[in-house]
């Protein structure tokens, strides 16, 4: 195992931390084979940094038992990895057993419409995930679709993120589904998708179900007057106070 990895596992251990920060550290596929049994000296931890290291699906597949021990495991940060569809598969198996999980970052990794689906699952078993951060993915319509099966489930849910990915219409429509059972939602950001009219048309005429969000983020998203109208008309039965702070769509222009 590498010294500076078993350093801060071991003060983690020692000083009965809850959080073990890893971000940063270059940990490759090999690293995570060599200390996968040291992780499981933590038990009790609470947070797991790994965000920004070259873990990769056989990484993943090294850890993936020993995060699924963590039961009392409430952020685990995992976001610029390069995990693909096989090590989300691998990891959503065990995110069945945190069912106390409040924030999950996948982000900027390679996930596609197969790890969307394979992650589904992992979703229902969860009633308390706030914070679901999927952006700079490969998700498309299918993956999205399989996504939305389950996002019922998260009625704790504050903030979801699935900018810079492919996410079309019928992906928007599949989403747009589910937001009356997700009304402690405060942002949604799908900047750099391919929503446009019909999908934007849609998550307007859900909007009424969302009663404290304060940010719905649309940049690059192929809108035109048809989408903006009816976000417009959506818009205009929400209480004054109830107000959303809109990105990519200009409401002025028509």
């Known amino acids: 195992v590498r010294q500076d990895i078993m350093l801060k596992i071991s003060e983690c251990e020692a000083n009965e931390h809850l959080e073990l920060n890893l971000s940063e ?4 596929n090999a690293d995570c084979t060599s200390f996968a049994g040291e992780l499981r000296r933590l038990p009790n931890l609470q947070v797991l940094l790994l965000n920004r290291n070259d873990i990769g699906d056989d990484g ?10 963590m039961k ?3 952020t685990l940060h995992l976001a610029e990895n390069r995990i693909g569809d096989d090590g ?6 065990q995110l069945l057993k945190l069912t106390g999980l409040q924030r999950l970052y996948l982000n900027s990794n390679r996930i596609g419409d197969a790890g969307a689906t394979a992650l589904s699952p992992a979703l229902r078993g969860n009633n308390t995930l706030s914070i679901l951060r999927l ?6 319509d299918s993956g999205m679709e399989s996504l939305a099966e389950n996002l019922c489930f998260l009625v704790k849910m504050t903030a979801l993120r699935l900018d810079d990915n492919h996410i ?5 429509k599949a989403l747009s589904a589910q937001l009356r059972h997700m009304s ?27 009663p404290i969000l304060a940010m719905l983020q649309l940049d690059n998203n192929q809108i035109g007057a048809l989408g903006v109208r009816a976000l417009c008309d959506a818009l205009c039965y929400r209480p004054p106070q109830n107000l959303v702070v809109l990105t990519g ?5 028509h």
Do not use: F, M, P, W
């Not at 952006?135 to 498309?140: A, T």
């Not at 079309?168 to 928007?172: D, E, K, Q, T």
């Open 25 to 28: 550290c270059s940990i490759s």
């Open 168 to 172: 079309g219409s019928a992906g928007a």
């Open 249 to 253: 769509v200009s409401l002025n222009d």
């Open 135 to 140: 952006d700079g993915n490969h998700v498309s």
């Open 72 to 74: 009392k495991l409430r």
């Open 184 to 210: 402690k939602l405060e942002s949604i950001n799908l900047d750099g998708n391919h929503v446009g009219d019909d999908g934007l048309a849609a998550l307007a005429q859900q909007l009424h179900y969302l």
């Open 60 to 69: 993943i597949a090294a850890i993936a038992e020993a995060i699924g021990e």
């Open 88 to 93: 989300i598969a691998t990891l959503s198996e």
